[in-house]
Nanobody, 116 residues
Framework: QVQLVESGGGLVQPGGSLRLSCAASGSISSIYSIGWYRQAPGNQRDMVATITSSGNINYADSVKGRFAISRDNAKNTVYLQMNSLKPEDTAVYYC??????????WGQGTQVTVSS
C-alpha cells in the first residue's frame, strides 16, 4: 500500500507562484509514476504533470513553460512548482501514484485558488 500526503495549496494572485508537495510512504518500490491532476468544479479530473521512476516527464499543454514537476528520492516527495498562475489554474490538485501493476493511489487533494 502507498499513502500520499499533499501540501502547499492556497490563495495566490494572478501571476504568482505556488509549490505543491506530495509525500509518499509505504510500498515506494511499487510506484511506477507519480503525477499531479486537477479538477475544477463541474469539470473532469485532468492530468497536469507526471514523472516516472526513470525520470520521464510529461506536461499538459496548458501548463508547459509555467509548471515544473520534480522529485526528491531521499524524501520520497514529488513537487509541482507552479509559476505565472492564471485564474483558470484554480482547482483542487490531486497527487496520484500509479503502480507498476494495475491501479494506483490518490491523495486527498489540495485547493489552489488564483484570484485577485
Amino acid at each position: 500500500q502507498v499513502q500520499l500526503v499533499e501540501s502547499g495549496g492556497g490563495l495566490v494572485q494572478p501571476g504568482g507562484s505556488l509549490r505543491l508537495s506530495c509525500a509518499a510512504s509505504g510500498s515506494i518500490s511499487s510506484i511506477y509514476s507519480i503525477g499531479w491532476y486537477r479538477q475544477a468544479p463541474g469539470n473532469q479530473r485532468d492530468m497536469v504533470a507526471t514523472i516516472t521512476s526513470s525520470g520521464n516527464i510529461n506536461y499538459a499543454d496548458s501548463v508547459k513553460g509555467r509548471f515544473a514537476i520534480s522529485r526528491d528520492n531521499a524524501k520520497n516527495t514529488v513537487y509541482l512548482q507552479m509559476n505565472s498562475l492564471k485564474p483558470e489554474d484554480t482547482a483542487v490538485y490531486y497527487c496520484y501514484a500509479r503502480r507498476w501493476t494495475m491501479g494506483g493511489t490518490w491523495g486527498q487533494g489540495t485547493q489552489v485558488t488564483v484570484s485577485s
